[in-house]
């Protein structure tokens, strides 16, 4: 493999200790180099460097995001295949790693994704027109049901924003949901307030905002953006082909909104329509839901670049 150092973004010949405990000090100690090492994960030669003032050394990967990752190598790969329809124990077969390794991998992925997906929408000029609406899933077992509230930018299909809430069962599973699990709050109104409050700075002020015809709808859309008109659609029967996200025949005022949120069902293992993947904690579903926002969103900066 050829020879490459690796060299950190930003403040990387500062030293850490020193400035970890003087951040405010402008007196910058000295820091030279200190000879490199082979990092066993890739491959890759990494500068050392040694501070003057303390005498600790260090190196340009103390900066990196993926420091100490021994399977750093492994992180964009699995990144795909969490976000293609593998489940977390197929991507460990895949990959030949343990259950373990991708689950820590799996958090710290979406943490990351989390960041560039917010550093992504304020890069972007604010919305102009948004459609949003539920869609559902359920906690280990259909007598937990999950309510998934999802903002999408008109036309673009870029998501904007997600809120995962408990919300109590419905029609036949209520009653055997409430012997069996007792009775489940409904946290949908504070998920969408929640939602609305973090998605606000991306959205115009006078935007156009489209729902279907949820009553609870219009009340928080008139709370959070009191300037922007609010159209909604009668619900429609949805298609075979769709799994009931996309709608049979005809014109769809909410295509951006079902389209994507079919993709997030033909693309994340645990929200199939028929699978034994099923989510057992509703943060682990958010945590997949921010991986694959941010996976959405750079795969459609990719076909209009």
Excluded at 128 to 152: N, Q
Excluded at 270 to 281: D, G, I, N, V
Excluded at 283 to 288: D, F, K, V
Aim: hydrophobic share 35%; net charge positive.
């Amino acid at each position: 493999m050829a020879r490459v150092l690796l060299v950190a973004p930003g403040m990387a010949h500062d030293c850490p200790y020193c400035t970890k405990k003087n951040p405010k000090s402008e007196f910058r100690p000295k820091v030279v180099r200190n000879g490199n090492f082979r990092r066993k994960s890739d491959g890759r030669v990494v500068q050392r460097l040694l501070c003057k003032e303390c005498g600790k050394g260090f190196s340009y990967a103390t900066f990196d995001v993926c420091y100490r990752q021994n399977k750093r190598h492994k992180n964009d790969t699995l990144r795909k295949l969490l976000c293609s329809g593998v489940s977390q124990r197929r991507a460990a077969l895949i990959l030949k790693i343990s259950r373990t390794t991708v689950v820590r991998k799996f958090l710290f992925l979406a943490a990351q994704a989390q960041k560039k997906t917010e550093d992504l929408l304020k890069s972007k000029p604010p919305a102009t027109e948004i459609e949003f609406d539920d869609m559902e899933t359920f906690e280990h077992t259909k007598c937990k049901p999950l309510s998934i509230t999802l903002a999408v930018v008109s036309q673009e299909r870029r998501i904007l924003g997600f809120e995962v809430s408990r919300m109590p069962a419905k029609s036949a599973l209520a009653k055997i949901a409430l012997k069996k699990y007792g009775p489940q709050p409904d946290e949908r109104p504070q998920g969408r307030a929640r939602l609305f409050e973090r998605i606000k700075p991306f959205i115009r002020a006078d935007a156009l905002i489209k729902s279907d015809q949820n009553p609870h709808y219009p009340r928080d859309v008139m709370r959070f953006f009191p300037h922007c008109t609010h159209k909604t659609y009668k619900g429609r029967r949805g298609c075979v082909v769709g799994q009931g996200e996309l709608k049979r025949g005809g014109f769809d005022p909410l295509f951006s909104l079902n389209h994507t949120c079919a993709k997030i069902r033909a693309d994340i293992n645990r929200l199939f329509r028929r699978t034994w993947c099923t989510t057992k904690k509703a943060e682990r579903l958010a945590a997949h839901l921010a991986l694959y926002v941010q996976y959405h969103n750079e795969s459609l900066e990719k076909k209009t670049a």
